[in-house]
């Protein structure tokens, strides 16, 4: 089983700054995707990554796939309070024997203070 | 614009008692799956589906029994609920399947809004 590790686990921040989250493993991966889950709702897709070293921006915020495709942050710029929520990352990863597996993190809680 | 839908959203259970979580999807997916999401632990794989009348176990599947009689319908059931299921529940579609098993793929998986499961 590959393991992704999130931090920070929680961060809280005033409406304006610029955060970064990040999601770590020793294992590679074949793709890696960014989610949002507002509270009493499922997670929604943000963005999805598979080129190593690959960058994406949606609006004010900017995601990047690690060189060697084993790590990937979010930055956030000036923060907003809709920007509240639990970032989830989740990547895509062979386990052997010809089976790939989906390996969520246990995301980020975010809190954006107007 | 239904997307993945989930009833109930809210049920409360006595230990031993046993009940049926339904999960619809109205895109057309042919790969559903059930999580369960609790504090601290992030989404576990429940259980999935490759096709209708097809399922197969996830990372933590004891407890729990599935069916997938239409391509539409996911649902999970619990024979003699026990405190330890106290969790959310999540329901996921996609058009091909990400992970458990297959040809990798970088499709989103769709989620429902969650059913909250509280047993006493």
């Known amino acids: 089983t590959q393991l992704l590790e999130q931090s920070p686990q929680f961060l809280s921040i005033q409406e304006g700054e610029n955060l970064t989250v990040y999601c770590n493993s020793s294992s590679v991966f074949s793709s890696l995707q960014w989610y949002r889950q507002e509270p009493g709702e499922g997670p929604v897709l943000l963005v999805t990554?598979?080129?190593?070293?690959e960058v994406k921006k949606l609006k004010r915020l900017t995601f990047q796939f690690g060189d060697a495709r084993k790590d990937s942050s979010l930055h956030i710029t000036a923060a907003q309070p809709g920007d509240t929520g639990l970032y989830l990352c989740?990547?895509?990863?062979?386990?052997?024997?010809?089976?790939?597996?989906?390996?969520f993190g246990k995301g980020t809680k975010l809190s954006v203070i107007p | 614009n239904a997307g993945v839908t989930q009833t109930p959203k809210f049920r409360v259970l006595k230990t031993g008692q046993s009940m049926t979580l339904l999960c619809a999807q109205d895109m057309n997916h042919e790969y559903m799956y059930w999580y369960r999401q609790d504090p601290g632990m992030g989404l576990r794989l429940i259980h999935y589906s490759v096709g209708e009348g097809t399922t197969a176990k996830g990372e933590v599947p004891d407890g729990y029994n599935v069916s997938r009689l239409k391509k539409q319908n996911f649902l999970l059931g619990l024979e003699s609920a026990a405190p330890s299921q106290t969790s959310v529940y999540f329901c996921a579609s996609s058009y091909s399947l990400t992970g458990q098993g297959a040809i990798w793929s970088n499709q989103p998986q769709h989620f429902g809004d969650g059913t909250r499961l509280s047993i006493l």
């Open positions: 990554v598979v080129t190593g070293g």
């Open positions: 989740a990547g895509t990863a062979y386990s052997g024997a010809g089976s790939y597996q989906l390996t």
